[in-house]
């Protein structure tokens, strides 16, 4: 092993061009947390955690879903170099790949509604994006993004419910007239 300064770091700190090459980044041969940096693993750990039905494939595609679009955003509008970074670089830094499939996932706090859960995982993509490029004092957002939405999960929940009532009320409502 070695040590040094992980992609993300380097990105923060406007030295984009001694990071690694994407496919060193994917395979994972950088510096970094234990369990982040090799993609491949993490798609294995996905596929076990599909297949066993713990973790919900929804949350994982809509939050590389919203972290696309948020990259792709950055990319349109953004002014910094870690705004510049296309957008398949954040699927592989950091730890988005790692939460995306083992902490966004968490059963207990994450939306239980199967419309609850395309939001949940969109809007964390989003946000762990957002606090990834625009926060300075913290070149990770994943972890913040995840916790900041498992607050609104249960929010999420009840107004999935409440549309779902509401429809299902008008529509009794059009049969009986």
Not at 17 to 29: L, Q
Request: charge should be neutral; hydrophobic fraction near 50%; include cysteine.
């Amino acid at each position: 092993g070695y040590s040094g300064a992980t992609p993300l770091g380097l990105c923060a700190q406007g030295h984009s061009a001694d990071m690694p090459s994407f496919m060193e980044m994917f395979i994972g041969t950088i510096p970094g947390s234990v369990g982040e940096t090799s993609v491949p693993a993490i798609l294995i750990g996905a596929l076990i955690l599909i297949i066993t039905g713990i973790g919900s494939w929804k949350i994982m595609l809509s939050m590389f879903g919203g972290g696309l679009t948020m990259a792709l955003l950055l990319n349109a509008f953004g002014s910094s170099e870690f705004m510049q970074l296309p957008f398949y670089y954040h699927f592989v830094m950091g730890g988005f790949a790692f939460g995306a499939v083992f902490m966004a996932t968490d059963p207990v706090t994450a939306s239980q509604t199967e419309k609850g859960k395309w939001i949940y995982g969109f809007m964390t993509g989003i946000l762990s994006i957002l606090f990834r490029v625009l926060n300075p004092a913290y070149p990770e957002g994943v972890m913040l993004a995840i916790l900041l939405m498992n607050l609104f999960a249960p929010l999420i929940d009840y107004f999935v419910v409440q549309s779902n009532i509401k429809r299902r009320i008008n529509r009794l409502q059009t049969i009986n007239q």
